[in-house]
């Protein structure tokens, strides 16, 4: 039955265009259930318990954990059905939202739990004072000022279909994209003004010494600098300060030379299934984050993707690619906000700075990929390595977890695949992606080698519950959805310290631990 259950799970859904299959179980950190869907009670998963109910089917357990990736015809032809109506092509996350909760039948409530009736007196003072929370939410209002935004209709019809669902805690609509030295945060300490000034000295002198900048960088970088500094780890600017200027206007006149030369060509027979696939990607891109549902910003990625896609024809687009884009478009973002990110309209900006921010996320996120291409060529070479290596190396540092594995049927490419493949996007908030991104820009081949020990380092540190299941689909649905939500610098730091040690033991020494 186990070698069965692990089969019909990795059925192919020949229905979704794209180099990658769909990797069951991507889902977004749960949140407000109402806006968002949640699940029934019996069907929720208690990770802690070690009497986890089980779905009564397999195919139950499947639909449960459907990715974000999986569409079918009717969702495809309602989710284009209004391109034509709007002048960037983009549908609305409004009508994505409502679409979701109509395609998923784990966002219905079951009969069995209706609540008794209520009359319309009392439903309409719920709906009030969930309307008041909603608009209140984190201490501050959230406003929408275009159709890409979750609208006031969306929430009601969400309350009314969910009010059987029990009463969970609120928590933000996202944990915080800026890290501690944002706007609103406590004064800076001592030894953070002093690594501060530390950056700004570094930064400041005639040629730029980024062995040094490497060294500061390993630990996190102030958000004040951020932005200068990942231009030049990644490779963008050249350290010499005399010449940045001349060549970021250089790069950003030759992206926007691709633009005019390459984007009229996406509805072109030759180019319209990648577009049509970056098309319906694109709202799916932190679906939860105001700031990314908005019209001018999905356009962004959209050139972004294409243009990058028609330029690396070896690979192509591949689904997860969207992720890679959006650290750079905040932290380059970041640079010209002073409140929060995610609830930014990226229409105050000045024309000439939304230009800016998009060719310099284009040519950063170019630099990223030339590393880790052969992730996303013919077959993606590179991602069935690095599982077989993490799977390698898990052996060595934690046998009884890689048993674990082996006595329940879980391939590691079931779930480390996605690890790879979106740089654990998908298991981290946002906010810690930046904070792993700036050591991975300060290590030596950060994005095609020590992920591989982060990735290593996180599967141990949910040693516990993973030892706790006891059954293949709890192993799955615990390692697909891993409680990351609530993390921020302190959690990261220290992820990456166990990644460096592991890289220091292992790295150089291909044969330590070797039964």
Same mark, same amino acid.
């Given at each position: 039955m186990a070698t069965e259950n692990r089969i019909n799970f990795w059925r192919r859904n020949t229905k979704v265009p794209g180099s990658v299959q769909p990797v069951y179980g991507?889902?977004? !950190? !749960? /949140?407000? !259930?109402?806006l968002r869907r949640t699940y029934p009670k019996e +069907? *929720? +998963? *208690?990770?802690?318990? %070690?009497? +986890?109910?089980?779905?009564?089917?397999?195919?139950?357990?499947?639909r449960s954990t459907n990715d974000a990736w999986d569409i079918d015809d009717e969702e495809d032809e309602d989710f284009l059905a209004p391109a034509s109506s709007l002048p960037s092509g983009l549908p609305s996350a409004s009508s994505h939202t409502q679409q979701s909760e109509a395609?998923? !039948? @784990?966002?219905?409530?079951?009969?069995?739990q209706a609540p008794p009736r209520k009359d319309a007196q009392t439903l309409q003072e719920e709906e009030e004072e969930d309307e008041e929370e909603f608009e209140h939410f984190n201490g501050k209002v959230v406003k929408s000022s275009s159709d890409a935004h979750l609208s006031t209709s969306t929430v009601r019809s969400t309350l009314h279909k969910q009010q059987s669902l029990p009463v969970r805690p609120i928590i933000p609509l996202v944990a915080r994209i800026s890290d501690q030295n944002a706007s609103g945060a406590p004064p800076m300490t001592v030894r953070e003004k002093s690594r501060l000034d530390k950056f700004k000295h570094l930064l400041s002198s005639l040629n730029t010494d980024l062995d040094e900048l490497r060294k500061h960088s390993w630990s996190g970088i102030p958000r004040e600098v951020r932005p200068i500094t990942w231009r030049l780890l990644s490779g963008y600017l050249p350290a010499n300060k005399e010449r940045r200027e001349q060549v970021l206007q250089r790069k950003r006149e030759e992206y926007f030379g691709f633009i005019e030369q390459y984007y009229h060509s996406r509805t072109d027979e030759h180019y319209k299934d990648t577009y049509r696939q970056i098309h319906i990607d694109i709202p799916r891109t932190n679906p939860l984050i105001p700031l990314f549902q908005q019209p001018a910003v999905q356009e962004v990625f959209e050139r972004i993707l294409f243009i990058w896609a028609i330029r690396h024809p070896a690979s192509g687009y591949v689904q997860g690619i969207n992720d890679l884009v959006t650290p750079f478009f905040v932290v380059f973002l970041s640079e010209f906000v002073t409140e929060d990110v995610e609830n930014f309209e990226m229409a105050a900006l000045p024309l000439a700075t939304q230009r800016n921010i998009e060719a310099d996320s284009f040519w950063c996120m170019s630099k990223l990929l030339d590393g880790i291409q052969d992730n996303y060529t013919f077959a993606q070479p590179g991602i069935q390595n690095k599982v077989k290596a993490l799977e390698e190396l898990v052996s060595r540092i934690d046998e009884d977890i890689h048993n674990h594995f082996k006595r329940y049927e879980v391939e590691?490419?079931?779930?480390?695949?996605?690890?790879?493949?979106?740089? %654990?996007?998908?298991e981290l908030p946002l906010r810690c992606t930046i904070r792993l991104w700036d050591t991975y820009q300060a290590e030596a081949e950060g994005f095609s080698h020590f992920h591989l020990y982060v990735c290593a380092a996180f599967l141990i540190e949910w040693r516990k519950e993973i030892l706790s299941m006891v059954d293949f689909q709890g192993l799955l649905m615990l390692l697909q959805n891993l409680p990351t939500i609530h993390w921020?610098? @302190? @959690?990261?730091? %220290? /992820?990456?310290?166990?990644?460096?040690? %592991?890289?220091?033991?292992?790295a150089d020494a291909p044969s330590h631990y070797k039964r």
């Amino acid at each position: 039955m186990a070698t069965e259950n692990r089969i019909n799970f990795w059925r192919r859904n020949t229905k979704v265009p794209g180099s990658v299959q769909p990797v069951y179980g991507a889902q977004h !950190p !749960p /949140l407000d !259930p109402r806006l968002r869907r949640t699940y029934p009670k019996e +069907t *929720k +998963t *208690k990770f802690n318990n %070690l009497k +986890t109910k089980k779905a009564s089917s397999f195919h139950e357990f499947a639909r449960s954990t459907n990715d974000a990736w999986d569409i079918d015809d009717e969702e495809d032809e309602d989710f284009l059905a209004p391109a034509s109506s709007l002048p960037s092509g983009l549908p609305s996350a409004s009508s994505h939202t409502q679409q979701s909760e109509a395609d998923h !039948p @784990e966002s219905r409530v079951s009969h069995r739990q209706a609540p008794p009736r209520k009359d319309a007196q009392t439903l309409q003072e719920e709906e009030e004072e969930d309307e008041e929370e909603f608009e209140h939410f984190n201490g501050k209002v959230v406003k929408s000022s275009s159709d890409a935004h979750l609208s006031t209709s969306t929430v009601r019809s969400t309350l009314h279909k969910q009010q059987s669902l029990p009463v969970r805690p609120i928590i933000p609509l996202v944990a915080r994209i800026s890290d501690q030295n944002a706007s609103g945060a406590p004064p800076m300490t001592v030894r953070e003004k002093s690594r501060l000034d530390k950056f700004k000295h570094l930064l400041s002198s005639l040629n730029t010494d980024l062995d040094e900048l490497r060294k500061h960088s390993w630990s996190g970088i102030p958000r004040e600098v951020r932005p200068i500094t990942w231009r030049l780890l990644s490779g963008y600017l050249p350290a010499n300060k005399e010449r940045r200027e001349q060549v970021l206007q250089r790069k950003r006149e030759e992206y926007f030379g691709f633009i005019e030369q390459y984007y009229h060509s996406r509805t072109d027979e030759h180019y319209k299934d990648t577009y049509r696939q970056i098309h319906i990607d694109i709202p799916r891109t932190n679906p939860l984050i105001p700031l990314f549902q908005q019209p001018a910003v999905q356009e962004v990625f959209e050139r972004i993707l294409f243009i990058w896609a028609i330029r690396h024809p070896a690979s192509g687009y591949v689904q997860g690619i969207n992720d890679l884009v959006t650290p750079f478009f905040v932290v380059f973002l970041s640079e010209f906000v002073t409140e929060d990110v995610e609830n930014f309209e990226m229409a105050a900006l000045p024309l000439a700075t939304q230009r800016n921010i998009e060719a310099d996320s284009f040519w950063c996120m170019s630099k990223l990929l030339d590393g880790i291409q052969d992730n996303y060529t013919f077959a993606q070479p590179g991602i069935q390595n690095k599982v077989k290596a993490l799977e390698e190396l898990v052996s060595r540092i934690d046998e009884d977890i890689h048993n674990h594995f082996k006595r329940y049927e879980v391939e590691y490419l079931q779930f480390a695949f996605r690890w790879m493949n979106n740089l %654990l996007m998908r298991e981290l908030p946002l906010r810690c992606t930046i904070r792993l991104w700036d050591t991975y820009q300060a290590e030596a081949e950060g994005f095609s080698h020590f992920h591989l020990y982060v990735c290593a380092a996180f599967l141990i540190e949910w040693r516990k519950e993973i030892l706790s299941m006891v059954d293949f689909q709890g192993l799955l649905m615990l390692l697909q959805n891993l409680p990351t939500i609530h993390w921020g610098n @302190e @959690e990261v730091g %220290l /992820l990456l310290a166990e990644a460096y040690r %592991l890289k220091y033991m292992f790295a150089d020494a291909p044969s330590h631990y070797k039964r």
